[in-house]
């Protein structure tokens, strides 16, 4: 067997239909009294309904929070920390608000308590990002780690079933990057193959019906898992490249990952047979069978665009995105090579099938 180093994230997660209502104890346990509960603008009204409940437990609502965590928007939140005496953070929302915390983590060490409504997985790792004219810069720091995280599936159900499917394959990304990550384990593997398993069962369902508990639930699952991976190894050409895409030519964040993971798992396909294999089996599919194949297939039942065009990406762009991706790329299984990837990048744009 190979050697390996694994480390748990010591955050603590509540997981359940309904476990919102655990928040008010859940603030006890870290012995905070006044929780600054965080939102974008769209979910005020389920940050508004989260601060009644907590009642004096609540220090207010700010409910600023946008994609990239702009570093005004950061300093504002900061401010607002101070100024309404907060001793913790409430994120309740998918990854710009759970970032919108980590921000405010970063310099003051207020505790999160992290309440995902998508499946992105911020919540699980101590990755932060922020956003400076048109770079974006990430770090890992211990202190931005959610401290708790409340789970709970019934928060999903009004994310729109664009956006679910997108999510959800995005939180795909992270295992199917996990089973071939230069700092792979045992552990880390088991996870991944469980989270695309339940993501790829759920997914299918909750399109053709959002309100189903049992699909919500598991979709939730798959992205606690998947958010698990991406904290705990290190991430490939596939999150090098989505960066890329997302940070230099402002491409939205979920649909991105969807779109072009068929494309980076086939790239790696003969480099990480076992993990590419691993993949397929977790997708219901024969292990001989390329996972970048199923992949896109999952896209397309999903409904999802699988053309970079279709999201905003410009063609002439591809040439600057290759180059910027072959610029001091991530660990990858294959060498990441640029006229490999400026073609892969091609068909990602129109949207052809992985070859
Ligand atoms: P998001 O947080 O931007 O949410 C997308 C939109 O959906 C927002 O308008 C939001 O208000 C709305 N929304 C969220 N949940 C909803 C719900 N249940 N019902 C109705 N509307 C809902 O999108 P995201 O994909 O979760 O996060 C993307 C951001 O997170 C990116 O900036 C990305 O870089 C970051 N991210 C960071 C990490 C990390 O580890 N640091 C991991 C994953 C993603």
């Given at each position: ?29 870290l012995?905070?009294?006044r929780?600054?509960?965080?939102s ?10 989260v ?33 309404l005496d907060?001793?913790?953070c ?10 919108l915390?980590?921000a ?12 995902p ?22 770090g890992r ?21 664009a ?34 398993r ?29 958010g ?15 960066h ?9 964040h ?17 480099a ?10 977790a ?16 896209n397309?039942?999903l ?53």
């Amino acid at each position: 067997m190979d050697s390996f180093v694994w480390q748990g994230t010591p955050s603590r997660v509540v997981f359940g239909w309904g476990a919102l209502a655990q928040l008010p104890d859940e603030i006890g346990r870290l012995g905070a009294r006044r929780a600054l509960v965080l939102s974008t603008p769209d979910q005020r009204a389920l940050a508004e309904h989260v601060a009644d409940a907590l009642g004096a437990r609540a220090a207010g609502v700010h409910a600023q929070a946008v994609m990239h965590v702009p570093v005004e928007v950061a300093h504002a939140a900061r401010d607002a920390a101070v100024a309404l005496d907060a001793d913790c953070c409430v994120a309740v929302g998918g990854g710009s608000t759970i970032g919108l915390g980590k921000a405010i983590a970063l310099t003051s060490s207020l505790p999160i308590v992290a309440v995902p409504t998508t499946y992105a997985g911020s919540e699980m790792t101590p990755i932060y990002g922020l956003t400076e004219g048109r770079l974006k810069r990430t770090g890992r720091d211990a202190r931005v780690l959610p401290r708790t995280v409340i789970y709970d599936p019934a928060l999903t159900v009004s994310l729109p079933v664009a956006i679910s499917a997108a999510s959800g394959v995005n939180a795909m990304a992270h295992a199917v990057e996990a089973l071939y990550a230069e700092d792979a384990n045992s552990i880390v593997s088991l996870m991944a193959q469980e989270s695309i398993r339940a993501l790829g069962e759920a997914l299918p369902v909750l399109v053709h019906t959002p309100a189903d508990r049992t699909a919500r639930s598991r979709a939730l699952y798959g992205a606690w898992l998947a958010g698990s991976c991406l904290g705990a190894v290190g991430m490939a050409l596939h999150h090098k490249l989505c960066h890329t895409l997302g940070g230099t030519f402002n491409l939205p964040h979920a649909q991105t990952h969807a779109a072009m993971l068929p494309h980076t798992a086939h790239y790696n396909h003969a480099a990480a047979p076992e993990a590419l294999a691993a993949v397929a089996r977790a997708l219901g599919g024969e292990q001989a069978q390329d996972a970048g194949a199923l992949l896109f297939a999952l896209n397309r039942a999903l409904g999802l665009p699988i053309a970079l065009d279709d999201i905003g990406m410009v063609e002439a762009g591809l040439d600057e995105a290759a180059a910027l991706a072959c610029e001091n790329p991530y660990a990858n299984p294959r060498p990441v090579e640029r006229q490999a990837i400026r073609a892969l990048l091609q068909r990602a744009w129109e949207g052809a099938a992985p070859a």
